[in-house]
């Protein structure tokens, strides 16, 4: 490659990954300032998850859970939760976990995605799930309803949750 053709591909590469970073905090202003489908648009990471059921709270992924959404502009997105501190697989083999290890795994971790849309009359987001690591949740339709979205947190309520009953609570931080 010449001289010539490099140093005009770096700079391309240069100008558009400053872009991309103009763009991203751009979005993020806007984000605050739009309609409801703006302000939710983007990365997330997860601060808390809460189960309520019969008066009795519990941290569902526990007190320190991980956890990363995407709801892209387009309508798709991708949600994946997990408690910290799973269990490693002894054989270091994803496919022969002891019963033990997969139940604390399975229990530990819940991930979807698919389609989204927003009501900006209901405050709410419904996910058009198309797969669940909870398999009752393939080709569902669920709704949250957005308790709170001010600066970088957004929370909802969860009326539908995989333990089948009660209401989960969930915190979300914009990704940095």
Do not use: C
């Not at 309520?52 to 892209?72: D, V, Y």
């Amino acid at each position: 490659m010449n001289r010539s053709i490099h140093k005009s591909l770096r700079t391309l590469a240069i100008s558009t990954a400053f872009s991309g970073v103009m763009l991203s905090g751009a979005s993020g202003a806007l984000a605050q300032t739009g309609n409801l489908g703006e302000q939710v648009a983007g990365a997330w990471t997860i601060v808390a998850v809460t189960y309520e059921q019969a008066g009795t709270k519990r941290e569902s992924f526990g007190p320190n859970p991980k956890g990363f959404m995407t709801l892209h502009p387009n309508g798709r997105y991708s949600i994946t939760l997990m408690r910290s501190g799973l269990p490693r697989i002894a054989s270091n083999n994803r496919e022969a976990g002891t019963p033990e290890e997969n139940k604390a795994i399975a229990g530990g971790v819940l991930a979807h995605f698919g389609t989204y849309s927003i009501s900006e009359k209901d405050r709410t987001i419904k996910f058009q799930i198309e797969a669940s690591t909870f398999p009752n949740w393939d080709g569902a339709t669920q709704g949250r309803s957005i308790a709170s979205l001010t600066g970088d947190e957004l929370k909802w309520t969860v009326p539908t949750p995989a333990q089948g009953s009660g209401t989960a609570y969930l915190v979300w931080k914009r990704a940095q």
